[in-house]
């Protein structure tokens, strides 16, 4: 199986600076797990990430995504 096959096209982005309230709601509305952070640092924030502010007790509307994706991708 190729990735192509599952992958949502275009590939949906987010800025390391929204906040991650923002990730979790284009998440939601659009049925994704995940979306790519472009950018010299790139990385993904992923629905486990936003999981993890929320459990933490962490409010999501201060907390960026570049606070909490995984980064360097390849």
Same mark, same amino acid.
């Given at each position: 199986?190729?990735?192509? /096959? %599952? *992958?949502?096209s275009?590939?949906?982005?987010? /800025?390391?600076? &929204? *906040?991650?309230?923002? &990730? #979790?709601?284009? *998440?939601?509305? $659009? +049925?994704?797990? &995940? @979306? @790519?952070?472009?950018g #010299?640092? &790139? +990385?993904? %924030?992923t /629905?486990t !990430?936003? @999981?993890?502010?929320?459990a933490?007790? !962490? $409010?999501? !509307?201060?907390i /960026? %995504? +570049?606070d909490? *994706?995984? #980064?360097p %991708?390849?």
């Amino acid at each position: 199986m190729r990735v192509k /096959s %599952v *992958m949502t096209s275009p590939v949906e982005t987010i /800025s390391a600076a &929204a *906040m991650v309230r923002e &990730a #979790a709601t284009i *998440m939601q509305e $659009n +049925g994704f797990n &995940a @979306l @790519l952070v472009p950018g #010299a640092q &790139a +990385g993904i %924030v992923t /629905s486990t !990430d936003v @999981l993890g502010v929320v459990a933490n007790g !962490d $409010n999501p !509307d201060i907390i /960026s %995504v +570049g606070d909490v *994706m995984t #980064a360097p %991708v390849e």
